[in-house]
């Protein structure tokens, strides 16, 4: 995914702020359910921090690389 809609966006933001779970989906790798914490730039690429909530792992996920982001209801 080149570039997030502004609904994926939408749903990105509404999640940090709320501390509600998505559903990031990257290439080649299968789906992962996290907690959205910040979003940021790094050298020029945006970048989900976000926390398993099973786990309590961390982990950073670049928005380039995506396929799909889904809210979990």
Do not use: C, W
Request: no cysteine; hydrophobic share 40%.
């Amino acid at each position: 995914m080149a570039q997030l809609t502004h609904e994926q966006y939408d749903i990105l933001e509404r999640a940090v702020l709320n501390g509600t779970r998505v559903i990031l989906r990257r290439k080649g790798r299968r789906e992962n359910i996290v907690i959205p914490l910040t979003l940021r730039v790094i050298d020029g690429r945006e970048v989900v921090e976000a926390r398993n909530p099973t786990t309590g792992h961390d982990l950073k996920v670049f928005l380039d690389e995506l396929d799909s982001i889904e809210l979990v209801k």
